[in-house]
Structures are given as C-alpha cells and as structure tokens.
C-alpha cells in the first residue's frame, strides 16, 4: 500500500521560481508571511536562458540571467522564503484551504500566488535548442543590442513577430522575415511600417528546417512549402517568434482565463477566485520582462498580504 504523502501548511504558497514568484517572495517574507516557493521544472524561470541581461536597472554592465535569479533566490531566503524543488501536480482551488499536491507531498495555503509563466512556443527543429543563447533568441528586447550591424532573421508573421522585427532594425544591418505563408497575419499598420523599413526584407512561403552553426549560428535551411525547394541562408542570429504557450493547464476549468489560456487579473492581481492572485507572464503576454514581472510579483504578494490579513481579522 503507498504511503500518505507529507502534509505541508502554509499561510502563502507561490508556484513558480522566476522573476515574478521570486519577487513575489521577497516582499512576502518580509512581511513575516513566511512563503514556500514550488519552483516547478525550471529554477528561476525563463530568465535563467538569457545569456546576459542588460535591461534590468541596477546592473549597467548587465548581468547574467541565471546569476540575477540566484541574487533574486538569495535575497528572498535572507528574509526567511523557503524554496522548495518541487513540482505541483494538481491543484484544487475550490475550497480553503487550496490544495496542491506534488509527486512527493500534499500542500495547503491559505493564499496562492500563480507564476507559472509562459513558453515560447519552439521551432522543433535540430540545432535550436543547441544555439539557443547562442544565436537563437525568442526577445528581441533582450538580446537585440548583441547583433548590432549584424545580419538576422525573424520568423513568424504576427504582430509580435513585425514588432520585434521593427525594434532588432534600432540594431542589425538587415532583417529578414521568414514566414510561412504568402501573407501576413499582423495589423495593418505593422505591417505597412515593415513593409516600408528599408532594413526589413522578407522571405514568403518557407519554414527553417534547420539551424546551423560552429559556436554560434551562422546559416539556417530553409524550404519553400509550395514548391518543395531547399536552399541555405547565412544569418548571425535566428529570432523565433511564433507565440507563446501559457503554463496554465493545472488551473484551467477552476479560474478565468483568456481564450489563449492566460490567467485574467484586475488591477490589483486579484483573479477570479479569492485569495488567488498570479503575476508575471502567466498573465502578460503583451510585454513579457523581467522588470515587469518583477514589479507584478511584488504586487501580488502586497495584495496577498492585505488578503490574508483581513482574514485574520474575520
């Protein structure tokens, strides 16, 4: 007969280990609250991916992203987070107190704070998990600086994908937008300014099947899905734009969510089930930082302690 999984209590739970759930922790605990971090499959979300980070104030040199998330882990243990390597299962959020449980353990929390983040969604092709970090990025914002008067390609053909295009023009020598079909799904007025962009060139009607390189990228195959022809196109760097995927099926059916599955805050955090509040890309998928998932943890977890105040005092 299996044993009874470990029974964990407490006050405030935060599921996620990046920016937003790290943040969230620090004011959390400095509030006495005493939060337990689930930090899921990966430590420090996906931050920790980005090779160097130079948009976060306080680090003019900038500053690694896995180096920055153990700073962020550091200062929220100092005052008393406790980070558990461990990740939720399931999740009940119909009764008080919430229940998660693990592969492990059985947790329960009188409050949750979601950061579960969101994916970018993957090529799948070979050699991108490879050179990513090495010439394949999926921020433009993040890493456009490191290809000035480069030569780079943008796949995708939405409006974040002509955004981000638009932005890595402030930096590379050329752009070329790889897209699979013969037309473009962005809003007109993007894509009337990329089409008149004279870094911004285009490729129509073709997928990358493979990216290449020796230390970092430096061509990717192409082939045209119409007419079945492959060819090589020499690039310094591959930004895949093709969406995101939240990290939200645990919760789906018991929390309001958009129709892309992105968790629906108010102003304050607050979802539609309370004591339940998330933050950072979990429920932004417009800007997607780390500053801004930061300053919503930080939000979250200052609502999160007026909740569980007024509970008390009831």
Same mark, same amino acid.
């Given at each position: 007969?299996?044993?009874?999984?470990?029974?964990?209590?407490?006050?405030?739970?935060?599921?996620?280990?990046?920016?937003?759930?790290? $943040?969230?922790?620090?004011?959390?605990?400095?509030?006495?609250?005493?939060?337990?971090?689930?930090?899921?499959?990966?430590?420090?979300?996906?931050?920790?991916?980005?090779?160097?980070?130079?948009?976060?104030?306080?680090?003019?040199?900038?500053?690694?992203?896995?180096?920055?998330?153990?700073?962020?882990?550091?200062?929220?243990?100092?005052?008393?987070?406790?980070?558990?390597?461990?990740?939720?299962?399931?999740?009940?959020?119909?009764?008080?107190?919430?229940?998660?449980?693990?592969?492990?353990?059985?947790?329960?929390?009188?409050?949750?704070?979601?950061?579960?983040?969101?994916?970018?969604?993957?090529?799948?092709?070979?050699?991108?998990?490879?050179?990513?970090?090495?010439?394949? $990025?999926?921020?433009?914002?993040?890493?456009?600086?490191?290809?000035?008067?480069?030569? %780079?390609?943008?796949?995708?053909?939405?409006?974040?994908?002509?955004?981000?295009?638009?932005?890595?023009?402030?930096?590379?020598?050329?752009?070329?937008?790889?897209?699979?079909?013969?037309?473009?799904?962005?809003?007109?007025?993007?894509?009337?300014?990329?089409?008149?962009?004279?870094?911004?060139?285009? %490729?129509?009607?073709?997928?990358?099947?493979?990216?290449?390189?020796?230390?970092?990228?430096?061509?990717?195959?192409?082939?045209?899905?119409?007419?079945?022809?492959?060819?090589?196109?020499?690039?310094?760097?591959?930004?895949?734009?093709?969406?995101?995927?939240?990290?939200?099926?645990?919760?789906?059916?018991?929390?309001?969510?958009?129709?892309?599955?992105? %968790?629906?805050?108010?102003?304050?955090?607050?979802?539609?089930?309370?004591?339940?509040?998330?933050?950072?890309?979990?429920?932004? $998928?417009?800007?997607?930082?780390?500053?801004?998932?930061?300053?919503?943890?930080?939000?979250?977890?200052?609502?999160?302690?007026?909740?569980?105040?007024?509970?008390?005092?009831?």
């Amino acid at each position: 007969m299996a044993s009874e999984k470990e029974i964990v209590q407490r006050d405030l739970i935060i599921l996620g280990s990046g920016p937003a759930g790290l $943040s969230a922790a620090i004011y959390a605990a400095r509030a006495h609250l005493h939060p337990l971090i689930l930090t899921g499959m990966s430590l420090h979300g996906q931050a920790a991916t980005t090779d160097t980070i130079e948009n976060y104030p306080g680090f003019p040199e900038g500053v690694g992203g896995s180096e920055l998330g153990m700073l962020f882990q550091t200062q929220a243990e100092r005052f008393g987070a406790v980070i558990e390597m461990d990740h939720a299962t399931s999740v009940d959020l119909s009764n008080n107190p919430i229940d998660i449980e693990s592969y492990g353990k059985r947790y329960l929390c009188k409050s949750l704070i979601i950061t579960t983040g969101a994916d970018p969604k993957k090529l799948g092709v070979p050699g991108e998990k490879e050179f990513t970090g090495k010439g394949v $990025s999926y921020c433009g914002t993040c890493d456009g600086w490191f290809f000035k008067d480069k030569d %780079i390609v943008v796949v995708g053909g939405g409006d974040s994908a002509l955004e981000e295009a638009l932005f890595l023009t402030r930096f590379a020598n050329t752009v070329t937008i790889i897209h699979r079909r013969d037309e473009l799904r962005a809003g007109a007025v993007l894509r009337k300014r990329a089409q008149e962009n004279p870094k911004i060139k285009f %490729i129509w009607d073709t997928i990358v099947t493979e990216i290449l390189g020796d230390d970092a990228v430096n061509a990717v195959n192409l082939k045209n899905v119409k007419t079945g022809e492959e060819k090589r196109h020499n690039t310094d760097g591959i930004f895949i734009f093709i969406g995101h995927i939240p990290n939200s099926d645990l919760f789906k059916g018991q929390i309001e969510m958009d129709k892309a599955g992105y %968790i629906i805050t108010n102003g304050v955090m607050e979802t539609s089930v309370p004591g339940v509040f998330a933050a950072g890309e979990i429920t932004d $998928s417009h800007f997607r930082q780390v500053i801004t998932s930061a300053g919503m943890g930080a939000a979250a977890a200052i609502q999160a302690t007026h909740y569980l105040e007024n509970l008390e005092a009831e």
